[in-house]
């Protein structure tokens, strides 16, 4: 069906230790794709943008920036920190706060998702992307059947395969969002003619936090809609990160802990426009 490679051989070429978070979550994603279908593609190859990639673009004319709301109940450093979070309650205080679209997790055992999430997710009508550990062509086709959007491609992972699974998702309909960690993954990035690029402030490995800038992105993909994702803790660090020059931002962690996600998103948008004026 796909020219892509062994997901066997992906996983085992990492480089990554095998006490790595990183790793630990692609060893157990490799024993679950194994149990995956792996239908041919049922929608239209995506030729262009698509509505995950519109939506980011619409807020960031009308609120000077667009926020992707995650939904995590938990992450191999911090364990189960928002198990049991209700989907729906969840999602809908996103979508009342101004969240452009959504980012629900689907890897089942580190980070407790679940791909009927995405489909589940429907009803509040935005965009949603799978945000997983894509390694197999079954993971898009999984994607594809639960209605998402768009799909998460970590180049630190994929490296040179980038671009195959770029061009898979797109077969499936898909907006493949390539995710870097640090500038030496660029090329990886404009071999696949990514048009949604992530740069992610954890390093993977270890989880640690650095801070990323947009400048030197922007110089390399002057068309694409950058993303700034993890380590955003307070609306005031959205809002840094949008004014300095990305173009949406990814919130998880600190919208899942806050006891009032929407009113979160509304600091966040409430801070943008008072700097506009």
Same mark, same amino acid.
């Given at each position: ?9 992906l ?11 990183l &790793? ?10 194994? +149990?995956?279908?792996?239908? !041919?593609?049922v +929608?239209?190859?995506?030729?262009g943008?698509g509505?995950?990639?519109a939506? =980011? ?17 938990? !992450?191999? !450093? ?6 049991? #979070?209700?989907?729906l309650?969840q999602?809908?205080a996103? +979508? ?17 998702g ?11 009508? +935005? ?8 390694i197999?062509?079954? &993971? ?20 040179g395969? #980038?671009a ?11 907006e493949?969002?390539?995710? =870097? ?12 003619q990514?048009?949604?690029v ?11 936090l650095?801070?990323p ?6 110089r ?19 809002r #840094?990160?949008?004014? #300095?020059g990305?173009?949406?931002v =990814?919130i ?21 426009? &008072?700097?506009?004026?």
């Amino acid at each position: 069906m796909s020219r892509l490679p062994d997901p066997a051989l992906l996983v085992g070429d990492t480089g990554l230790s095998s006490r790595s978070h990183l &790793q630990r979550v692609l060893v157990a994603e490799l024993a679950r794709v194994g +149990r995956l279908a792996t239908p !041919s593609p049922v +929608r239209p190859r995506l030729a262009g943008g698509g509505p995950f990639e519109a939506a =980011l673009r619409r807020d960031g004319i009308e609120k000077g920036g667009a926020v992707i709301a995650e939904y995590k109940q938990a !992450s191999p !450093s911090l364990g189960p920190f928002a198990a049991g #979070t209700p989907l729906l309650a969840q999602l809908q205080a996103y +979508r009342e706060g101004g969240a452009a679209a959504f980012s629900i997790l689907a890897e089942p055992f580190l980070f407790r998702g679940d791909a009927n999430h995405i489909r589940l997710a429907a009803e509040l009508d +935005r965009p949603r992307l799978y945000k997983g550990f894509v390694i197999a062509e079954a &993971q898009l086709a999984e994607a594809e059947a639960c209605g998402a959007e768009a799909v998460l491609l970590i180049a630190r992972v994929l490296k040179g395969h #980038t671009a195959a699974f770029a061009e898979a998702a797109r077969a499936r309909g898909l907006e493949p969002l390539v995710e =870097l960690h640090d500038l030496t993954e660029v090329a990886f990035a404009q071999e696949a003619q990514a048009r949604l690029v992530g740069i992610n402030a954890r390093d993977l490995s270890t989880f640690n936090l650095g801070v990323p800038t947009a400048e030197p992105l922007r110089r390399v993909f002057p068309e694409a809609v950058l993303i700034r994702e993890s380590g955003l803790a307070t609306p005031e660090d959205a809002r #840094t990160a949008l004014r #300095t020059g990305f173009d949406a931002v =990814l919130i998880g962690e600190a919208l899942m802990r806050s006891p009032d996600p929407k009113g979160f998103l509304e600091r966040v948008f409430a801070d943008l426009r &008072q700097e506009a004026r």
